[in-house]
Every structure is written in structure tokens, then in C-alpha cells.
């Protein structure tokens, strides 16, 4: 018996504050439609289309590889960032650089980013500095998985 009381008096509780939440939250909002801002308190949706909610400075977002003076890839294929990848993301084939300079150049560089975590491992792990993250672009929603693999020309695309 006593179990059951504590049990309806914490969803009489649990009810209480959600309808505390709803009842304040039409209200603000029912405010701000009428074109009041009094206070920004209520709920925090964003209209998404009209409004963008800002982003962190340090949020990670869409790769991007970075080129040399000559607009060939910055990348010489070391496969750290292959390596380090908990999702296996990242696919790369090695090729020969006609540059004596640099060894080698990736021929094939894929990330597949329906497979992503988008952790920043990889960026930390390149001792090129050739790969980053700082695109700002966030909207990778696609109807097509085909869409979500980035090759290497799409990959330095991006970065220009």
C-alpha cells in the first residue's frame, strides 16, 4: 500500500513539473508571436531554415585536404590517418610523387562519412597538417549513401 502511494505521489510529481514546462513554454512563445520579448526564457527552438543556430569555435565539421603552391595535395599518403581511425572511415592508396622532394602522394583518398564520428582523430594524427576540419559545413543530410563518400578531388574541392 505504501509502496503504491510513494509511487503515484513521484508520477504526481513527475506531471506536475511537465505541465509547469508546457504551460510556460506556450506562454513565452505565445509572447514572442505577439511580439514581445520580454525575457528569453521558454523553450529554445530554432525555426531552422530562417535561423541558424551559431557554431562553436572549435566544432569539428566536414574534411577538407589542404594543397601546396602547385594545387597538388598536401597529403604524402602516411596512412596515420587511416590508421587511427575507430571508425575505419578512411580509405588510401599510396602512389610514387614525380617530385624527388616528397615520396609519395595518395592516388586514391576516401572517407566515407556515413561511417564517421567525426572525432578529429585523424586531423590530429597527420604530421602534414594537410587534413582539417574547419569547414563550418554542417548539413551533410543526403537521399543517396553514394553521396556521403568524399574522394580526394572532392576532398581539395571543398577546400578552396
Not at 54 to 82: F, K, N
Request: charged share 30%; net charge positive.
Amino acid at each position: 500500500m505504501i509502496k503504491s502511494l510513494v509511487f503515484l505521489l513521484e508520477f504526481l510529481k513527475g506531471l506536475w513539473i511537465t505541465a509547469k514546462h508546457f504551460w510556460i513554454n506556450i506562454f513565452f512563445n505565445f509572447l514572442k508571436l505577439i511580439g514581445f520579448n520580454i525575457r528569453d526564457r521558454g523553450s529554445v527552438t530554432i525555426q531552422y531554415p530562417e535561423e541558424k543556430k551559431e557554431i562553436a569555435r572549435r566544432h569539428r565539421s566536414l574534411h577538407r585536404i589542404l594543397t601546396r603552391e602547385d594545387g597538388s595535395p598536401r597529403c604524402v599518403a602516411c596512412m596515420l590517418c587511416m590508421t587511427v581511425c575507430p571508425s575505419e572511415c578512411i580509405y588510401i592508396e599510396a602512389e610514387e610523387d614525380p617530385n624527388p622532394e616528397i615520396q609519395k602522394r595518395p592516388s586514391k583518398f576516401i572517407i566515407d562519412l556515413s561511417r564517421c564520428c567525426f572525432c578529429g582523430f585523424c586531423v590530429e594524427a597527420c604530421p602534414e597538417d594537410a587534413l582539417r576540419m574547419d569547414t563550418n559545413i554542417v548539413e551533410l543530410g543526403e537521399y543517396n549513401r553514394e553521396k556521403l563518400i568524399y574522394d580526394l578531388n572532392r576532398l581539395v574541392r571543398i577546400s578552396k
